[in-house]
């Protein structure tokens, strides 16, 4: 799946988890939302080569920041 | 480096700090939801399962390491070796990951068991080692 799809649905998750913490009697209004999210979960797909790479150079430049300790 | 500008790192590190603290619980649930779910027709679950830890295993490395830097100071020796140790540790079990779900794709690999245990296993280790001294907990409510 798409790494922006995932933090797109995170994003949508934190949403919808500070709302029902404020009104949990939004639990019914808010679950078509859920099973809305549902079918987009259902199709994980691998990644296309574009993907990969650009996986691979946001892992890489992760690294890069942590290569030394601590000063 | 000067000391406002030194401040300000320190700032946009706690800052980040709070908003992945804040992010995590949900990008995990995400994660979750995902994993649970079927795959598209025709997808190997192995590489599918494996590109997605490839690619939350970064964010959660990036968060850890950023919590670790910017609390160094405060860490006991103890503490300070074990971070160290992921720190030197993940990238090359990343990239032997990586390599490994290249070859399994090719059909040279039967299996990647070992290379994604690792994995997995730096990944959580950093992810109760940060909530073990006080850092985010990534299992629900922020600090």
Redesign the interface.
């Given at each position: 799946?798409n790494?922006a799809l995932?933090?797109q649905?995170?994003?949508a998750?934190?949403i919808l988890?500070k709302a029902l913490v404020k009104d949990p009697k939004l639990v019914p209004a808010l679950s078509p939302i859920v099973a809305g999210?549902i079918p987009a979960?259902?199709?994980?797909?691998?990644?296309t080569p574009e993907q990969?790479e650009a996986?691979?150079t946001?892992?890489e430049a992760?690294?890069a920041?942590?290569a030394l300790?601590?000063? | 480096m000067s000391t406002a500008s030194s401040a300000s790192g320190r700032s946009l590190l706690h800052r980040r700090g709070a908003l992945l603290s804040?992010?995590l619980?949900?990008?995990f649930?995400?994660?979750a939801?995902?994993g649970?779910?079927?795959?598209?027709p025709g997808?190997?679950p192995v590489?599918?399962r494996t590109?997605?830890l490839?690619?939350?295993a970064?964010p959660v490395?990036?968060s850890g390491?950023a919590w670790?830097?910017a609390n160094?100071e405060r860490l006991s020796p103890g503490a300070r070796e074990v971070f160290?140790r992921v720190?030197v540790g993940?990238?090359p079990a990343?990239r032997s990951l990586?390599s490994a779900l290249q070859l399994y794709k090719a059909g040279k690999r039967k299996e990647l068991m070992n290379e994604f245990a690792e994995v997995q296993r730096l990944v959580e280790q950093l992810l109760s080692l940060v909530k073990a001294l006080g850092g985010p907990d990534l299992a629900g409510g922020a600090k």
């Open positions: 799946m790494p995932i933090v649905i995170a994003q998750i934190d988890i999210m979960l259902s199709q994980s797909a691998g990644e990969t996986r691979r946001a892992a992760v690294f920041k942590y300790p601590p000063a | 804040r992010a619980p949900a990008i649930l995400a994660l939801l995902v649970c779910a079927t795959l598209a997808e190997d590489v599918v590109e997605q490839l690619t939350m970064t490395y990036d390491m670790y830097f160094a160290e720190r993940f990238p990343y990586d």
